[in-house]
């Protein structure tokens, strides 16, 4: 089963015309990681048809309406084909309405509703999905970046009836048989002012032979009526018996106007559904393309690409286009319209690891975008975004908008005026807001008198919030001293090196303290939670992105520091449930693993293994980090270590197959580890090409033995941004023994603010 879906897409890509051997499409498997559930994440991903940070995505429903698991792999039937913006699992949906092809009788109840389906009559692509029911009805999907085209083929002789959900909450829909259309609004969501709605115009290609609306609440059904409003309002169609029917569907946060101006915009010009397959694969080719890998197997590339796939369709855009051809948006944060560009559907803790650096990378037109755009939706909200869905939900911790703003500025994308910034990111430091715990600042006033967030069972997460707070004051100061600012320079300056007031040099470990100064006990660094964030001081430890030199300078030097993290997995993978009282799983991800207290499959310890490079040993880098790619990524249902989160497990995957990773975002510099392919060429968007080649790369040859940049000899264990955007060639000798002589240089290390002694 492993390589099926491989072999199917090549089946697939071989009947259409015009498609050659660079069609990367049929490498990208979109149910990588889809074979969870609560206990356990593989992902949990669900496959998205989508464009590349589209407003929708499209996808197979097997979950209930209002189920956070729209998409199990261990579930066998489908109740609907949804309009999604879902970025985890654990906040659910929104804006979402389905559809649904029925021949013979027509049922509404979702769950009696549910049509059977084997994975082998499933096509899972970025710009096409396909799906043939065990009756016998196949659905296509083909997406725009705010619409999708449609094709469902019925049974010959079995009557063809189509169903549109109105999911959950409100919704509207209003039938136009003479126009074989229907239009609408939903407004189901969590996070967003009170006039949310998200409207939606549906055409088809063949006329109605009879309609009516449903609600989902009892399942009510009024034949002949073309229009109903309240919750769970829905409506149906039937054509001719035997139809292959084409709908053509966009929607708009703005109007129904900008919903028909979008569809005719967007889908227009596609008479054929192929046509707009072949646009969607187009996209997607290119884009894909722009990081090319040589000499990778097929399961290699599957991989690959169905990771650089995830990695690219968050954030969502949230702008439309008007009647001008200029972007303007419906705000999430203010419920007003303004002109502009606006992104949401991201979790910062999570994505300014990875994912935001990687778009520094291949898209910094769209990343210096989003940079106002955060500044914008901090004017409308009062906040800056933590993260958004689409409104601010101050959902996990940290104030990172000022890491995405600050790694903007120092990698040449100056879109934004950094005083607007610093004055924002003051307030956020200073204030707390009124929801979440990255809603402003928790524990502010402890966090600048004390130097840390003292802990209590009011202040869960503590610890965790007091090293990433100095990371985010380290991009404040960053920012301020590149543009001058010493008033802001000087306050973030005092308060990046708060880290060390919780470095017990006892027990080797970021501890938890008390408003007094005195250390929480008992104290067992296996525990999960209490003062820690979804981890324990094994993965907390080293959260200290921007000081590495002074975090090695607390525990005694770099032996002890390098010993340190070779015992991360060398001790047992026990699990202690600590302050969570309960099993949680992102413990058993870490178990099932077996790499001791390493735990891939949760952010805070992504930079763990590239820390070797700041401690003479960049060599041990280059091992774990090729282990960790081998053996805990791939392209199937089971594809990841744990939550996938809106891009970062695949853009850390991403970046490390290139060789190199973003340890501290806010510098222009990655760490280098060990790439996984012979070669890789990054075609930029000033179109350059970076390149990366690999001689004698192989699974055994994974230590670099030397390095040239451009024919020049390269002893760095970084490479620089400005490196990569001008182009050029990283050439690495790889061999099967590390080269225990290169790289340990102190000005061969990566950055750190403490000098090395």
């Given at each position: 089963m492993k390589h099926l879906f491989v072999s199917l897409a090549l089946v697939m890509v071989a009947m259409l015309p015009g498609f050659g051997q660079d069609n990367l499409v049929q490498y990208v498997n979109t149910r990588q990681g889809t074979n969870s559930k609560y206990e356990f994440s593989y992902g949990n991903t669900y496959p998205a048809t989508a464009l590349p940070f589209g407003m929708n995505t499209w996808t197979p429903q097997t979950g209930k309406n209002g189920?956070?698991?729209?998409?199990?792999y261990f579930v066998h039937t489908i109740r609907g084909f949804q309009q999604s913006h879902q970025c985890?699992?654990?906040?659910?949906?929104?804006?979402?309405?389905?559809?649904?092809?029925?021949?013979?009788?027509?049922?509404?109840?979702?769950?009696?509703?549910?049509?059977?389906?084997?994975?082998e009559q499933e096509v899972a692509q970025p710009g096409y999905y396909k799906v043939v029911f065990d009756n016998g009805i196949k659905t296509e999907i083909s997406p725009t970046e705010r619409g999708a085209h449609l094709r469902f083929t019925y049974p010959k002789g079995k009557k063809s009836i189509l169903i549109l959900d109105g999911y959950t909450k409100m919704s509207q829909v209003k039938i136009d048989p003479s126009a074989q259309k229907i239009t609408g609004y939903v407004n189901n969501c969590r996070w967003a002012p009170q006039n949310f709605r998200n409207y939606f115009e549906i055409t088809f290609n063949k006329p109605f032979k009879s309609y009516g609306t449903w609600e989902n609440r009892h399942n009510t059904i009024h034949a002949d009526s073309v229009a109903a409003e309240g919750e769970g309002a829905g409506a149906y169609?039937?054509?001719?018996?035997?139809?292959?029917?084409?709908?053509?569907?966009?929607?708009?946060?703005?109007s129904s106007e900008q919903a028909a101006l979008t569809l005719q915009r967007e889908l227009g010009g596609y008479t054929k559904f192929e046509d707009t397959h072949r646009a969607a694969d187009k996209i997607w080719n290119t884009l894909l393309g722009r990081m090319k890998i040589e000499g990778a197997t097929e399961e290699g590339k599957a991989t690959f690409y169905s990771c650089l796939y995830h990695a690219n369709l968050f954030s969502h855009q949230f702008f439309e286009y008007g009647k001008d051809g200029q972007p303007y948006y419906y705000s999430p944060y203010d419920g007003k319209v303004h002109n502009g560009y606006m992104y949401t559907d991201n979790g910062f803790w999570d994505t300014f690891r990875g994912q935001f650096p990687l778009n520094t990378i291949l898209h910094p037109a769209m990343q210096g975008h989003y940079v106002q755009a955060l500044l914008d939706a901090q004017l409308q909200c009062g906040w800056l975004p933590a993260w958004s869905f689409p409104g601010e939900t101050g959902g996990m911790l940290g104030n990172h908008a000022?890491?995405?703003?600050?790694?903007?500025?120092?990698?040449?994308?100056?879109?934004?005026?950094?005083?607007?910034?610093?004055?924002?990111?003051?307030?956020?430091?200073?204030?707390?807001?009124?929801?979440?715990?990255?809603?402003?600042?928790?524990?502010?006033?402890?966090?600048?008198?004390?130097g840390y967030v003292p802990y209590s069972q009011q202040t869960l997460g503590a610890s965790s919030w007091t090293l990433e707070f100095a990371y985010d004051d380290f991009c404040g100061y960053q920012l301020a001293k590149a543009t001058g600012q010493p008033f802001y320079e000087q306050i973030f300056s005092r308060q990046m090196y708060n880290y060390k007031n919780l470095y017990d040099t006892a027990t080797g470990f970021m501890r938890a303290k008390d408003e007094e100064g005195k250390w929480i006990t008992p104290f067992d660094p296996l525990d999960w939670g209490?003062?820690?964030?979804?981890?324990?001081?094994?993965?907390?430890?080293?959260?200290v992105f921007h000081d590495v030199q002074g975090l090695i300078n607390l525990m005694g030097g770099e032996t002890n520091f390098t010993a340190k993290i070779d015992s991360v997995f060398s001790v047992p993978g026990t699990i202690k449930v600590g302050g969570y009282g309960q099993v949680i799983h992102e413990m058993t991800e870490m178990a099932a693993f077996k790499m001791g207290q390493y735990a891939q499959g949760n952010e805070p310890i992504h930079h763990l293994v590239y820390l070797y490079n700041y401690a003479g040993q960049p060599w041990k880098a280059q091992w774990h980090v090729r282990q960790i790619m081998q053996n805990m990524y791939n392209a199937t249902e089971n594809g990841y270590p744990g939550d996938e989160d809106q891009g970062q497990m695949s853009s850390w995957y991403v970046l490390s197959a290139a060789g190199f990773y973003s340890v501290c975002p806010g510098t222009d510099q990655y760490v280098i580890g060990s790439p996984?392919?012979?070669k890789m060429t990054i075609t930029l968007e000033n179109g350059k090409q970076f390149v990366v080649e690999a001689e004698h790369n192989s699974p055994e040859n994974v230590y670099i033995q030397s390095a040239t940049l451009n024919g020049q000899p390269y002893t760095f264990n970084w490479i620089s941004h400005a490196d990569i955007i001008k182009g050029?060639?990283?050439?690495?000798?790889?061999g099967p023994k590390p080269a225990l002589q290169r790289g340990g240089a102190p000005e061969d290390r990566p950055f750190s603010l403490t000098a090395i002694n």
């Open positions: 189920d956070g698991w729209k998409y199990q985890s699992s654990w906040v659910n949906d929104y804006a979402v309405f389905s559809l649904f092809p029925e021949a013979g009788e027509l049922v509404v109840d979702e769950d009696k509703r549910a049509a059977s389906f084997r994975h169609i039937e054509f001719a018996a035997g139809q292959q029917v084409e709908a053509k569907v966009a929607s708009s946060y703005i000022i890491s995405l703003l600050t790694d903007a500025w120092v990698k040449g994308i100056r879109t934004f005026d950094p005083q607007q910034a610093l004055k924002a990111y003051l307030h956020e430091a200073t204030n707390k807001g009124p929801w979440g715990s990255a809603n402003g600042r928790p524990g502010w006033k402890e966090y600048y008198q004390l209490g003062p820690y964030t979804e981890g324990n001081a094994w993965h907390w430890t080293w959260s996984l392919f012979p050029g060639v990283l050439h690495l000798v790889m």
